[in-house]
C-alpha cells in the first residue's frame, strides 16, 4: 500500500518523498499502531463482555488471582488486527519477508483463537486438544521453515551464527529445518507460559520486537552488516517496519492490560507474539540472541519441564508452583512486584544481546 500512497502523495508535493525512508516508516509504524490500539482498545473491551469472553481463573493457583474471574479475554485479537493493518500500510508488500512474518502469526494466532474460542466461549476448559494444538504448530512452524530453507540465497541464510565471535557460523544444511522448527514453535509457547500475570509478558514481546526491528535494519544494510559482522539479508530490512508494528500494537495493549488488566490477551495473541519473534529472528539470523533477550520466556519454560520432571521422577515439586512467576507470588511477592522486577530482568537482557553487536 505504501508504494500506492507514495506515488500519489508525490505528485502532490515531492517532500512526501520522505515516506520512503525505512527509518521513519518504523517511526510511523509504531506510533501509528499505538494510537490505534489506544483508540480501539476500550471499544473492543466493550465487545468482549458484551460477548462473555471472560476468564476462567485456576482455582489451584495463588488465592490473590481469584479476583480476576470474569476478566475479558482474547483481546490478542486487537493486538493481531492492529498489527497486521499497520504492516499493510507501511511496509512494502512485494517483500517476501514481510508476509512470511504476517502469514505465521496470523497462523499461530488463529491456533490460539481456536483454543480460546473452546475455553471461554464453548465452555470446554481443556480448550483444544493438546495433541492438536502441537500439530497444529508444528504444521505452521515446518512451513514457515521449509520456505526459509527453501528460498534461502546461500548458506549464510540457514547458518547458526554466535554472538560474540564474529567468525564463528555453523552450517546446518537441512538441520536449519530443525532448528526453525524449535525456534517458532518453542518461542510462541514460551510466550503463552508467561502470559499468566498483568503486563507480564506483553511488554518484553514489544521489548524483544523493537530489538528486533534493530537487528533486522543492520542485517538488510549492506555496509552496516558488513561493519557490525553480522550476515547481509536483502530485504531484511523492511522487517523494521513489522517489528515497529508489533511493538506499537503491544504497547497500546499494555495500557489495558497493565496491572490491574482490564482484558487479558489469551492464547490468540501470546502463541501469535511468539511465533512473530521467532520467525524475525529466524530471518534476521539471530536465534541465539532471542534465547538470550527472551531469557524470562526461557526461565519460565524450563521452570515448568523441571517442574514436570522431578514431579513424575520423584514426587517431589522444585517450585511452590509452575511456571516460575507463580513461585514468587507464593513465596510473598505481590503480583505488581514479580512484574516490574521480571520487565527490568528483560530489559538487561535486550540490552545485553544489543551490545554483542560492537563487541564483535
Excluded at 151 to 179: H, R, S
Excluded at 198 to 214: E, H, K, S, T, V
Excluded at 280 to 294: K, V
Aim: glycine share 10%; proline share 3%; aromatic share 10%.
Amino acid at each position: 500500500m505504501l508504494n500506492w500512497l507514495t506515488d500519489i502523495l508525490l505528485r502532490i508535493d515531492p517532500g512526501f518523498g520522505v515516506l520512503q525512508y525505512l527509518t521513519l516508516r518504523t517511526v510511523f509504524a509504531a506510533l501509528t499502531a499505538l494510537l490505534l490500539s489506544l483508540i480501539l482498545g476500550s471499544t473492543v473491551i466493550r465487545y468482549l463482555q458484551k460477548l462473555q469472553v471472560k476468564q476462567v481463573v485456576r482455582g489451584d493457583g495463588p488465592e490473590t488471582h481469584l479476583a480476576k474471574n470474569g476478566t475479558p479475554t482474547m483481546g490478542g485479537l486487537l493486538i493481531l488486527g492492529v498489527f497486521v493493518l499497520t504492516a499493510v500500510l507501511w511496509a512494502r508488500l512485494e517483500n517476501v519477508y514481510v508476509w512470511t512474518v504476517v502469514l505465521a502469526t496470523l497462523a499461530f494466532g488463529l491456533i490460539g483463537f481456536a483454543d480460546d474460542y473452546l475455553k471461554v466461549v464453548r465452555g470446554n476448559a481443556q480448550g483444544l486438544r493438546a495433541r492438536f494444538k502441537f500439530l497444529a504448530q508444528s504444521i505452521a512452524a515446518l512451513l514457515v521453515a521449509g520456505f526459509l530453507y527453501t528460498n534461502a540465497a546461500g548458506i549464510e541464510q540457514t547458518a547458526l551464527y554466535v554472538p560474540v565471535f564474529k567468525e564463528v557460523a555453523l552450517n546446518l544444511g537441512p538441520a536449519y529445518l530443525l532448528l526453525a522448527y524449535l525456534v517458532i514453535v518453542g518461542s510462541s509457547n514460551a510466550v503463552n507460559l508467561t502470559d499468566g500475570l498483568d503486563g507480564l509478558a506483553i511488554l518484553p514481546c514489544a521489548m524483544i520486537a523493537a530489538a528486533l526491528g534493530l537487528l533486522a535494519y543492520v542485517a538488510g544494510h549492506l555496509e552496516m552488516s558488513a561493519y557490525f559482522g553480522v550476515p547481509y539479508i536483502e530485504g531484511a530490512g523492511e522487517l523494521a517496519i513489522v517489528c515497529g508494528a508489533i511493538s506499537g500494537a503491544a504497547l497500546g495493549f499494555l495500557w489495558f492490560n497493565a496491572y490491574p488488566a482490564q482484558v487479558f490477551m489469551g492464547d490468540v495473541g501470546a502463541l501469535s507474539l511468539g511465533a512473530a519473534l521467532g520467525v524475525l529472528a529466524l530471518i534476521s539470523r539471530h536465534e541465539l540472541l532471542l534465547a538470550l533477550m527472551g531469557g524470562v520466556f526461557v526461565l519460565e519454560t524450563v521452570s515448568v519441564i523441571v517442574q514436570v520432571a522431578s514431579f513424575r521422577l520423584t514426587g517431589k515439586r522444585v517450585f511452590r508452583m509452575a511456571p516460575l512467576h507463580h513461585h514468587f507470588e507464593l513465596k510473598g511477592w505481590p503480583e505488581s512486584v514479580v512484574i516490574v522486577r521480571f520487565w527490568i530482568i528483560s530489559l538487561v537482557l535486550v540490552l545485553v544481546a544489543l551490545s554483542t553487536l560492537k563487541i564483535r
